[in-house]
């Protein structure tokens, strides 16, 4: 992605500052938006000093600059202290770091790198849009909503908040990749004979989705293909002639993705878009209440509601291939889904969140 770098951000009078980190799915769809504004503005990202998405960004030519971020972790008192002085201590970066680059916005996608952002921003009356991909408010987006002129949300059922007057429906951002014309076999909404299937493992790997691809690759060997990406660190134990397992994918790998059948995995929100994006059914299987906040459960839950996916939690293997069967050997079921995988999608979503960065940019 093409930037408009300069030498020296801070003597630029259009300048935009992103904030976003911790994960992939915190950056990437930042970066779809910045594709719709790299033309007229210059960009810069303001991260964790040795975070993931500083790796990201460089590969996106953009100028990085990295502060202090603590994660706020309530069930420790002594954690809650020594991460709240790192939170301090990003604020006050933050705000020297903002002043030297003097931007006329500032756009938050979330993680907690970006609550000393927001919140020194606010300080200098630097305007805020802030995004939420999942279905509920993290702790640092409720945070940062705060300080938000605009708050944008991938969900309209998120409009339950005491600052719900600022939300605005927009979509969750998704790469252009992931968009395609659908093949012929998609347009008629039916299932293959010997269907394509993807498990998604994420890049740490899912321990929970690999066990079960173990359990279940014998029963699945009546489909053309079962891809398999399993992360780093897990070695396959099982074999099957239709079987391809992959450590990692990268953008070569999406029209795979769009020629599969149904498509399993975690339900992180930037898998969640990427998947509704391609109009694929789905069978989630989230990361759980007592090891996260249950964000993932409540993206499910909600792709479940509208008829989109199936949600599965713990699933043992015979759950999984009674869902499973349940959606490939039955037309009908399977044209709903992938009906509704596609109503679920935003494809101008970037496009919406830039817009509204624009109409900020140009009231200043």
Known sequence: MPNRVAKDLHKTKNLIVFTGGGTGGHVYPALAVAMHLEAKYFLAWIGRRHGIERSIVHNHDMPYHGITAGKLDRKSVFRLFTEGFKVVFGCIQAFFLLIRLKPRVVFSKGGFVTVPVVVAAAMLKIPVITHESDASFGLANR????????????????????????????????????????TKDQEDQKPRKKPIVIFLGGSLGALEINTLVSDVLKKLDFCHKVFHQHGAGWTPSRTAENYVPMSQYDSSFIPTLQSADIIVSRSGAGTVSEVASMGIPAIFIPLSGA???????????????????????????????????????????????RGRMRESAMPEASRNIAELINSVYTRR
């Open 291 to 337: 090891i996260s906040r249950g964000e993932q459960v409540e993206n499910a839950k909600l792709m479940q509601s509208v008829g989109a996916a199936r949600m599965l939690i713990h699933p043992s293997a015979e759950e999984f291939l009674s869902v499973f069967h349940d959606i490939i050997s039955s037309p009908s079921v399977y044209a709903q889904m």
């Open 143 to 182: 945070i940062n909503a705060l300080f938000s002129k605009i708050i944008c949300v991938s969900w309209r059922p998120m409009k339950k908040y005491r600052f719900h007057a600022r939300i605005v429906h927009t979509g969750s951002p998704v790469r252009k990749e992931f968009f395609c014309t659908p």
